[in-house]
């Protein structure tokens, strides 16, 4: 993968001696304006020179799917009684943001800084947009982003998790979001939720036309019920060309047991170009990883809901992720291993559409210093990341971010 | 459950203050001989004090399954690129175990130290049993065992990885390895490995009632096969009278979809004191922990193979483990983690029989410190182990062994 060396013609800002790229040969890496300008045997005049010691380098990692706005994070540890629908979650959580004080300024900048230290350059966050906490999560997460740019990128998708349809008021709130700078047009389980499939959707993407932004769905609906949603998501997605620009999160209905239909929804999801994204969960029916890779669909990964209300899992650690995705799909051999190291790099960095992506000589500098002989190895030690840099500059080391949260 | 300030009569060896069992009031610890001697505000005469500084005091962790005879830990990356069926991973291991030089010593030895760092007091390992490698398994970890007695202790089921009736000359090896020193007889997929399910049991529990001693079964047979086999195994238990001293690992079939059949299976274990062990795993169906536990059945827990050809996951970490049967089990209330947590200390203490297993005055005094506010904070946090003691002595400090592997 690695261009042969091509010489920097300046001074280069920082020079990354001695590390392997995707665990290949060593190399020096050279950075000038946050770009990698070289990368082969050659040692750039650098300002700064870090020696890498072998390590090997990974693009950044990309978190493609988190509730930044709702962790608790650093609170007092909260006790977990709630009920076993979805339901129970959702109306239990709205309760405890305000008697819990979930601050999502704080709470996001929490995570975001914990995100840092594991390598993680960029994330997608779903942002809660309900009647009752209204914009204060978006606010909170944008106030985030602009505190923390530079060190890492985020993306807001504007999420009704409360539902939009069953709760008057959400579609305005949503329109707000999306004009106050949130990117992505969130939804969630059209049948289960608003009761009505068509109508849901037709609002998403709806505002999906109007704003001229992507889209991202949380789908949890199983079986038979969730495909239905995934052929009028296909339909939306066609009619509207929206080709590479649609994203099913979590897509359970995937590992429904009927293998022909499912086998007829990914021919159809990678035909739309339609995104999965899975955090690999371990008690549900998930979409199959390899499968959905070879079909030619983008398949990326997240830690979901963290140390939230809804349950005490989860540590924003993407290689954790990686493990946790290959665990759920079997996944044993290397070639397979790194299968699932994808979904948290390239995977998610196409889903978000990253310009500049990569380790090739013009990318971005955003990239990782991870432990290990080979990258699976890498994974399933999952040592604390020696380096972390973001647009050229050092962001992280030894695990803990240069950065703090408050 | 701690008992109220009993005053330790002598100078004790061991003071650990300022610790909370199992996350209650904080209290100070006296061990004496190697036992448990007070808890409470009471501060003995010691001739070593330790400040826990609030940590929580957990009873040692017990891994209740593993293969400390052929992990690859601290060996160059096995590249893995195994077939996908059982029979492939088999075989290829059996290879392997020459090709790579996979020294039961040496390998046993360098998981017990990591076991060790991570505050697990006791391991019940399978160790193969096969016509090409003979006894070697069995003494290799035998002498890892003696090298280690007083920081750990181990358990070994001699185990028939490759078949017992299909590969003359293993019966008599099995026997062989009973009279050495292997404690539990062991056995694998009575249909689907030996083709003979009455023959491989009565092989197995003959061998038991010959030596008086327990059984342990992997059982991989999914579905009504693996019930098939689950119904024998308790027919055979109840006609020899082992109620209590029979363990099912894995025991897949117990997550099938006909859950009226797993109802009645769950019933028949339950009176037969049959106990299970479980290893979360993500991508396979899975005993459900909260129900067979509602049974009365015990269930135990471990890392299984670690690191091995068979696939490259796992860190000996029972806390992380913990995590791994909550996570495959949805357990998200703080009441539900605690008992992914009691498979690995309390389950697997009484699969294993252990006496003075926990934190009552007269207990061993083999328990851990970890890091949270409560039981369910320290297994999603696991962080490095604060303090593991042995028999009244530390083995482990801020995650590492006092003791070396090599």
Redesign the interface.
């Known amino acids: 993968m690695n261009k042969a060396q091509e010489v920097s013609p300046v001074v280069a800002d920082l020079v990354i001696k001695n590390v392997r790229q995707n665990a290949g040969a060593s190399v020096n890496v050279a950075i000038v304006d946050g770009k990698i300008a070289s990368v082969g045997d050659h040692v750039a005049n650098a300002r700064e020179m870090i020696d890498g010691g072998g390590a090997i380098m990974i693009a950044g990692l990309v978190e493609a799917h988190t509730h930044l706005d709702k962790t608790l994070l650093g609170m ?2 909260y ?4 009920g076993p629908r979805l339901i129970d979650k959702i109306e239990n959580e709205r309760v405890q943001k305000r008697a819990l004080g979930i601050d999502p300024v704080r709470q996001s900048a929490r995570q975001v800084v914990l995100s840092i230290s594991k390598g993680t350059t960029h994330i997608r966050s779903h942002v809660d947009v309900d009647t009752e906490c209204g914009l204060a999560g978006i606010e909170g997460v944008m106030a985030t982003r602009e505190r923390y740019k530079g060190a890492i990128d985020v993306e807001i998708v504007a999420f009704p998790q409360s539902g939009m349809l069953v709760r008057p008021g959400t579609v305005e709130l949503m329109k707000a979001a999306l004009e106050m700078g949130a990117e992505v047009v969130g939804g969630l389980d059209p049948s289960s939720m608003d009761r009505d499939p068509k109508g849901h959707l037709d609002v998403v993407f709806g505002l999906a036309e109007r704003f001229g932004r992507p889209v991202d769905i949380h789908l949890h609906e199983p079986g038979e019920l969730g495909a239905f949603s995934v052929e009028l998501i296909i339909e939306r997605t066609k009619s509207l060309s929206m080709q590479g620009k649609v994203t099913i999160s979590h897509a359970f209905c995937l590992g429904m047991p009927d293998q022909d239909y499912v086998a007829r929804l990914i021919d159809d999801l990678a035909a739309a170009q339609v995104h999965i994204m899975t955090s ?5 029916p998930v979409p199959p990883v390899k499968r959905l890779q070879e079909a030619g669909i983008v398949v990326c990964a997240g830690t979901d809901g963290m ?1 939230d209300t ?6 924003a650690d993407m290689l954790e992720r990686a ?2 995705v ?5 996944f ?4 397979e ?1 790194e299968r699932a190291l994808d979904t948290c790099t390239f995977g998610g960095a196409r889903v978000m559409d990253l310009q500049g992506y990569g380790l090739d000589v013009g990318c971005k500098a955003d990239f990782v210093l991870v432990s ?3 990258l ?2 890498a ?3 999952r040592a604390p990341r020696q380096l972390v840099v973001k647009n050229g500059r050092v962001v992280a080391r030894d695990g803990k971010a240069l950065i703090e949260a408050e």
């Open positions: 007092p540890w006790r977990n009684d709630v690999g969960p371990a008690s549900r140390r809804w349950g005490p899992y989860g540590n493990m946790l290959g665990l759920r799909n079997n044993r051999r290397d070639d291993v290990g002989e080979i699976a190895e994974i399933v030690t």
